[in-house]
């Protein structure tokens, strides 16, 4: 079984970079999900996938995966757009802005 170990992505709803998640352990799915006739509801007789460790540094995850002789990646986060460029309504109209105001 394949263990990732990666940062989680922030929540879509927030706003700013805010404090740093903790890295994560997760196992990849080794059978399907099912759907249940009856109810309608999906599930799976894999248990592992249930399975999230968390961890405050990169080193800590890569060592127990390596010390529970786990199969295992890691998944570098990608990195953070640069910050953008703060501009105010007037500063279209400036005498020294780089070619010319159209409508």
Do not use: C
Request: no cysteine; proline share 11%.
């Amino acid at each position: 079984m394949t263990a990732r170990i990666h940062r989680p992505t922030p929540s879509p709803t927030q706003s700013g970079p805010g404090p740093a998640k903790p890295w994560v352990l997760e196992f990849e799915r080794e059978t399907p999900r099912e759907l249940d006739p009856l109810m309608g509801w999906t599930g799976s007789s894999d248990v592992k996938a249930q399975i999230t460790l968390r961890f405050a540094t990169k080193e800590e995850a890569i060592a127990y995966a390596e010390r529970n002789f786990l199969v295992f990646r890691v998944e570098e986060p990608k990195p953070a757009a640069p910050a953008r460029r703060i501009l105010s309504y007037s500063d279209n109209f400036k005498t020294t802005r780089i070619g010319q105001w159209t409508h």
